[in-house]
């Protein structure tokens, strides 16, 4: 059974940096592709980061990019999302996401 489970999120001001972590169970990270996606309060889920099955090719939405880092753990089955400089428009719950499946999320919020 495919399961994954998100955490790492909290509150931070404007700035600083947090680290989201996902374990995966029920199939290999590192043979598939697997994403970050999130969704703020009254919006529709948007797309944040991919990672290729060979984990050298990584892609961000515009508005992340040069902030967020997305990586993974093979020995350890995980996968990451280092964000930095958070701003108040990244507060969302945030969701690892394998084909169809999600975890139930860990929810960022950046407020001053």
């Known amino acids: 059974e495919v399961q994954l489970v998100e955490s790492g999120g909290g509150l931070v001001q404007p700035g600083e940096s947090l680290r989201l972590s996902c374990a995966a169970s029920?199939?290999?990270?590192?043979?598939?592709?697997m994403n970050w996606v999130r969704q703020a309060p009254g919006k529709g889920v948007e797309w944040v980061s991919v990672?290729?099955?060979?984990?050298?090719?990584?892609r961000y939405t515009a508005s992340v990019k040069g902030r967020f880092t997305i990586s993974r753990d093979n020995a350890k089955n995980m996968l990451f999302l280092q964000m930095n400089n958070l701003k108040p428009e990244d507060t969302a719950v945030y969701y690892c996401?394998?084909?169809?499946?999600r975890g139930k999320g860990t929810l960022v919020t950046v407020s001053s």
């Open positions: 029920g199939f290999t990270v590192s043979n598939v592709v």
């Open positions: 990672i290729n099955s060979g984990g050298y090719i990584t």
């Open positions: 996401q394998f084909d169809n499946h």
